[in-house]
Nanobody, 121 residues
Framework: QVQLVESGGGLVQSGGSLRLSCAAS????????VGWHRQAPGKQRELVAR???????NYADSVKGRFTISRDNAVNTVYLQMNSLKPEDTAVYYC???????????????WGQGTQVTVSS
């Protein structure tokens, strides 16, 4: 069984911090490139941050210097540290990842269920 699950969202005041987690469940599954996306009410989904298998990262200009994406391959988990949060960051955040299921010779794309981040002014 392959499953990608986000957690760590919640309600925070402007200027506060949250850390989101994206985990691939199941023994032996390999996590490849991972991206965090977000979708605010009335807006299209946008890429926030991305990390490659080798740890190379890129960020949307709107979050550069405030958000940090990282990964721990030993536990099949990617994190998004969100500092200096602004009301404009309010959105549902989704993890998107390539995963090679244990025992299978191919990589599939998965989306997490999403986690709500709300930043009050």
């Amino acid at each position: 069984q392959v499953q990608l699950v986000e957690s760590g969202g919640g309600l925070v005041q402007s200027g506060g911090s949250l850390r989101l987690s994206c985990a691939a469940s199941g023994s032996g599954h390999q996590l490849y490139a991972v991206g965090w996306h977000r979708q605010a009410p009335g807006k299209q989904r946008e890429l926030v941050a991305r990390i490659t298998t080798g740890g190379r990262t890129n960020y949307a200009d709107s979050v550069k210097g405030r958000f940090t994406i990282s990964r721990d391959n030993a536990v099949n988990t990617v994190y998004l540290q969100m500092n200096s949060l602004k009301p404009e960051d309010t959105a549902v955040y989704y993890c998107n990842a390539g995963i090679k299921p244990s025992g299978l010779p191919y990589v599939n794309e998965y989306w997490g269920q999403g986690t709500q981040v709300t930043v009050s002014s």
